[in-house]
């Protein structure tokens, strides 16, 4: 039976296309539980690591899905992009894999360790400044040299689909979901997570967790409508881009809430995680800790499937060095 | 059928009987795997992450083995330790569980994070200088004053039979393996390897991994005899003690090798480690990475169990962060 699309023309049959279309090029990944933080904030939390996923993060779920859905000929021109690090090395990644070009524009700010795995599987940059304004017009240039197929790093139907087979794998690991968060920036994991849960457990609550000071989605679901910040200022340096129409739709419509945290909210939130649960993760993961441990009185008693978005750290500098 | 004994009065039995008793204590920890470094090492390597621990640290199986055996007579006046750190805390974890005292005499310059555990768990830490001859003074005094059990951190045949269940899960985890290897400071994990291995899958090797600036296991297994320094330098701060008489006994037995790692070498494999695997452990662990790297004959084509021991780091104190 073909689901039902809605107003962007997406169904869950998209999303079971996606899981099969990219299954033998990422990880299943495992889910990690920690007594510790079910005592702190009286939740039972079900952490989701994408940070052990391929290229160290869920953004090869939505890039996989985008290259190996090309046609050969469109494949033959490669793909393009523009991110804040970890969709450009997804993406490098999984045009590795198929053994077509690869051209992205980073911020010159994104972290080095991120740099350095692009250029590892084969991708090519082009630096900007880190801004969305101009990382856009820098992109332009590229993409009208190159030719290439425009990979969004969120706002593409393509990618939403492939990050929402996280959470439909979330579902099968974990019975008795009551809620899930995840970090949003632009909105591609939190989309994903509304396409799936919304079609196949339309009562488990959808939460975003948002750096205070990059409060650019929370602000527009308190406004109903798309407020963008062009170069916000956060140690969760993968949530800095704004909302698109696409995943606006499924934020907007899908949403139960959107929870904000301090920058050092987030990085207590960080190093409480890699000291309890000894993981390797981004700041923008620490966010939804943070956030449940700012509002325990939204998630005591619940079952909470927690997604850890990354892991693609400096891991010589890291944020507590310096706070 | 009980299996033979061996010339220290142990047998598989005590393995089985150990893994029973602790089961409601301990993980089940996870396998990971890195196609990354298969690639680099031409090996099958299979990381037993045992830093996800309960404690952050396999000591917590051999630990609890040894206070959940205590009749309750025995078991009201407490228990009682010296330990370079992780011991000290799943002895302190385990004797919490049960309820009762727990003493351990640790080194003054032992990472924080693990003295902050101890006291967490609620252990009394007594401190020692960090050499073995003041810390078994010191420790003298403190076993006299409270009478306690003393639960030595590896010569004792109850720990070695809980560390032994490490290996075992192991075994039920991977098939086929054709080699396991693991940190040797006094002595315990490897010697539940042995303990285990040569019981149920006699034709594992087993690899024993030590710093070369710490390499007294090294030089008693060449020598044939137990060889003692008094205080090794060395980052891998968890494998600074020496062989004593029930370790001695497993690893000239049964220990196919032993390789030494240079301190950069293990520092190197520590931060490929967190940055590839994107998990936190301690520089103890890396060594086994370490040695792997710089032999790869001996493991090319292998199927190998990494035993990652522990993940109790001061993360404000990095080693690459002084290198």
Redesign the interface.
């Known amino acids: 039976m073909k689901d039902m699309m809605d107003a962007v023309g997406m169904s869950f049959d998209d999303v079971i296309e996606a899981h099969d279309r990219i299954a033998p090029f990422i990880h299943r990944t495992?889910i990690?539980t920690s007594s510790y933080l079910n005592e702190r904030t009286g939740a039972e939390l079900f952490f989701k690591c994408e940070?052990?996923q391929k290229a160290?993060a869920f953004k090869v779920r939505g890039a996989s899905n985008a290259v190996f859905g090309l046609s050969d000929a469109d494949a033959e021109r490669g793909v393009a992009t523009h991110s804040s690090g970890n969709h450009a090395l997804s993406l490098s990644y999984a045009a590795g894999r198929r053994g077509i070009p690869c051209n992205v524009v980073m911020p010159r700010t994104a972290p080095e360790?991120k740099k350095a795995a692009v250029r590892g599987y084969g991708g090519t940059i082009t630096e900007c400044e880190p801004s969305t304004s101009s990382r856009e017009a820098v992109f332009a240039e590229v993409h009208e040299r190159t030719g290439a197929d425009f990979v969004h790093p969120y706002n593409d139907p393509r990618v939403i689909a492939g990050q929402a087979t996280c959470s439909r794998e979330l579902l099968n690991q974990v019975d008795g979901l009551d809620a899930v968060i995840a970090p949003i920036g632009g909105g591609g994991m939190v989309s994903g997570c509304c396409l799936t849960l919304s079609n196949i457990a339309p009562s488990v609550e959808i939460y975003a967790a948002e750096p205070e000071q990059a409060d650019d989605a929370y602000r527009s679901f308190k406004a109903g409508h798309i407020i963008a910040d062009d170069a916000p200022v956060t140690v969760a340096d993968g949530l800095k881009v704004p909302l698109k129409e696409n995943t606006w739709h499924f934020v907007s419509n899908h949403v139960t809430d959107i929870l904000t945290a301090t920058e050092q909210e987030i990085i207590d939130a960080m190093?409480l995680t890699?000291?309890r649960?000894?993981?390797?993760?981004e700041p923008s993961c620490a966010v939804p800790l943070a956030t449940i441990l700012k509002n325990p009185e939204i998630f005591r008693g619940k079952r909470v499937g927690v997604i850890i978005t990354g892991?693609n750290v400096d891991?010589?500098t890291?944020p507590?060095?310096n706070s």
């Open positions: 495992p990690l940070n052990f160290g360790a190093i890699w000291k649960m000894k993981i390797v993760m892991g891991l010589e890291l507590w060095m």
